[in-house]
């Protein structure tokens, strides 16, 4: 039997003697585990352990050293430890919306947390066309509360500055700034993935598109240097569990200061692509509440910012008439730029996304790619333009509009 004084890349059948380990105490000792592995995502392992007869179960979540899509892709297991932090940082500020930590073991990298078993994972459920009434609500109020309280407008600032060095991350910051502020215009490490019958589409579009090439420019050095709030840095819906009266947000591995538009626009452009898999399964009903909750994501968010924002402000300068709207508005801003960057790294970059790629009907998957790619472009071109939740939407029907007049 392993001692799990070094570590390792555990199996299954690990994982019984580790939780025995690790917390002797949760299960009773004659307890008969049963283990599976259920994590699908690039970078880790994930383990439900369940307790035969009485159904008590509890999660393992271990980091490994190399991306599943890439075994060249090789990036610190120290990104547990941030996640698990994260999430404790985060359930201070937004209790009920993550998922509670039980321990971090810092030498096999790996998290014990709770099980969310009851809920299912949001891109799955989207995929079934399913709505879910709450979201909008638990995730403005999970992105406000924990985005806000960890800026310098509330926080002591040198507090705040000891945050950032906690959380600097430079290995999974890496790997946004190649997948989303990089590669998707270049194809510079022929990783990217096209649909051939969309080549010269996004030859023209974004790899030869020498204006959006400035602007990608500029927001990726505003990711690399606007050490704003204390982001989840991946908030997409394969990141989010949910059922109809509960929403947990999990998985901050790739969490940095860094702007917070950019995790609210991840939101957006998750809310289009599952827009895109209704449209092409015909089911109007699920479309229009994809786009109904977009508009609920940017207009709640702004109302409960401003809310909290003259509440919680600390700092005598951000007191100041005026600035707190000011702020907001360059937030929505680089919240356009960050539903843009992620519509068009999740079409034709390395790692994209199921709701697009499972779309059966060629002719409906291409032209679903020419949607995320002519609204992005929008999004990010004339980002200072955006304001209101019907702003981006109304974006989304223009690249509608725009990809249903073109020949495929």
């Known amino acids: 039997m392993p001692g799990f004084d070094k570590y390792f890349l555990m199996k299954e059948a690990d994982i019984p003697a580790y939780i025995r380990n690790q917390m002797p105490d949760y299960f009773p000792r004659d307890a008969r585990l049963a283990v599976k592995e259920i994590g699908d995502g690039n970078l880790n392992y994930v383990f439900r352990v369940v307790e035969e007869g009485t159904g008590k179960s509890i999660i393992v979540k271990q980091a490994g050293e190399q991306l599943r899509i890439s075994a060249e892709m090789r990036i610190t297991t120290d990104r547990n430890r941030i996640e698990s932090e994260i999430l404790l940082i985060q359930h201070k500020y937004a209790p009920g919306l993550v998922p509670k930590i039980f321990k971090y073991d810092t030498v ?10 009851d809920h299912r994972l949001m891109r799955y459920a989207l995929m079934k066309h399913e709505v879910f009434p709450k979201f909008a609500e638990d995730i403005t109020t999970y992105m406000v509360n924990t985005l806000l309280n960890t800026t310098d407008v509330v926080m002591e600032h040198k507090a705040k500055k000891e945050l950032v060095k906690s959380f600097i991350n430079p290995e999974l910051c890496e790997i946004t700034e190649d997948l989303v502020y990089t590669e998707p215009y270049n194809d510079a490490k022929g990783r990217n993935i096209v649909t051939p019958e969309n080549l010269e589409f996004v030859k023209k579009e974004l790899y030869t598109d020498t204006a959006l090439h400035l602007e990608i420019a500029k927001l990726k050095f505003d990711f690399m240097n606007n050490a704003q709030a204390l982001l989840h840095g991946d908030l997409h819906t394969g990141s989010i569990f949910v059922k109809p009266d509960s929403t947990k947000i999990f998985d901050p591995e790739f969490a940095f200061y860094g702007p917070m538009g950019y995790d609210i626009g991840n939101v957006i452009a998750n809310l289009f692509f599952a827009w895109d898999n209704g449209d092409a399964a015909g089911n109007a009903e699920f479309c229009n509440w994809t786009l109904k909750t977009a ?19 600390s700092d005598i300068m951000a007191k100041t008439e005026g600035f707190a709207e000011y702020y907001l508005d360059t937030i929505i801003a680089d919240t356009a730029a960050g539903a843009g960057t992620e519509l068009i790294r999740r079409t034709v970059g390395m790692a994209q996304v199921k709701d697009v790629t499972t779309i059966a009907d060629r002719a409906k998957r291409i032209r679903a790619e020419r949607i995320n790619i002519h609204c992005a472009k ?17 974006a989304f029907r223009r690249a509608i509009d725009t990809a249903s007049k073109e020949q495929i």
Do not use: P
């Open 295 to 313: 508009v609920e994501v940017i207009d709640l968010f702004k109302a409960k910012f401003l809310a909290e924002y003259k509440k919680k402000a």
């Open 108 to 117: 096999m990298c790996a998290c014990i947390m709770e099980d969310l078993s």
């Open 378 to 394: 929008d999004l990010i071109m004339n980002r200072a333009k955006f304001k209101t939740g019907a702003d981006f939407t109304a």
